[in-house]
């Protein structure tokens, strides 16, 4: 059975970092798998925040956390990481980590993942000023 849990969120200053990990338990392994990262918060329903896929070959970030962000996946431990750096208030809401199989008819890692295989239930991040 498919089970997606992310930690690693807080309450933070602007300008401090956060680690997310994001473990995936069902898959032997994330071979094979997208992983991403999106941010829920008030009026916002979804937005992707990064993406990697397993071959690592693709790699999105949303323009706003380029040079802060770093998505990165340790496939035999099924876990994958967004390191946060330089936060900012707007960075504030919740971040979820969602799996998707390749070599589906489904774009994949980009602008238009959807992560469609399953969610986590999120961390919280908030972000002082």
């Known amino acids: 059975q498919l089970q997606i849990v992310e930690s690693g969120g807080g309450l933070v200053r602007q300008g401090e970092s956060l680690t997310l990990s994001c473990v995936v338990t069902?898959?032997?392994?994330?071979?094979?798998?997208?992983i991403g990262w999106f941010r829920r918060a008030p009026g916002i329903e979804r937005e992707e925040v990064a993406c990697k896929s397993s071959s690592e070959r693709k790699i999105y970030y949303k323009d706003s956390v380029k040079g802060r962000f770093t998505i990165s996946r340790d496939n035999a431990r099924n876990t994958v990481y967004l390191q946060m750096n330089s936060l900012k208030p707007e960075d504030t809401g919740s971040y979820h980590c969602?799996?998707?199989?390749?070599?589906?008819?489904?774009?994949?890692?980009?602008?238009?993942?959807?992560?469609?295989?399953?969610w986590g239930q999120g961390t919280q991040v908030t972000v002082s000023s």
């Open positions: 969602a799996l998707e199989q390749e070599g589906t008819l489904l774009p994949g890692c980009g602008p238009t993942y959807v992560g469609m295989d399953g």
């Open positions: 069902g898959p032997s392994s994330l071979d094979g798998y997208t």
